[in-house]
Nanobody
């Protein structure tokens, strides 16, 4: 069982920045593909981006150039740096882990999910 815990959400003005953190348990964190997803009220869950075990990143077009995913294997933590935030980025952000999985993954490929953290961007 892998525990996934997000933190760092909050209220920020449009154009501002916020960094989310996601801590995942397990001695083999370095082999996980980690993903970020978000869900706005009344909308379906949306893919944000992923980072592979090797550090390769993949982003949704809607956040490309504004969001950056990174990780620190020594801390079992992945980060989502969000810059130039827009009101449409308002959502609950979820972190998910896919131990041992490679390639471009979909939401259903991620086995373990966090509880989510709220990000609200005021215009």
């Amino acid at each position: 069982q892998v525990q996934v815990v997000e933190s760092g959400g909050g209220l920020v003005q449009a154009g501002g920045s916020l960094r989310l953190s996601c801590a995942a348990s397990g001695r083999t964190f370095s082999t996980y593909t980690m993903g970020w997803f978000r869900q706005a009220p009344g909308k379906e869950r949306e893919f944000v981006g992923t980072i592979s075990s090797g550090g390769s990143t993949y982003y949704a077009d809607s956040v490309k150039g504004r969001f950056t995913i990174s990780k620190d294997n020594a801390k079992n933590t992945v980060y989502l740096q969000m810059n130039n935030l827009k009101s449409e980025d308002t959502a609950v952000y979820y972190c998910a882990a896919a131990p041992g999985r490679v390639g471009v993954l979909q939401a259903y490929d991620f086995t373990y999910w966090g509880q989510g953290t709220q990000v609200t961007v005021s215009s």
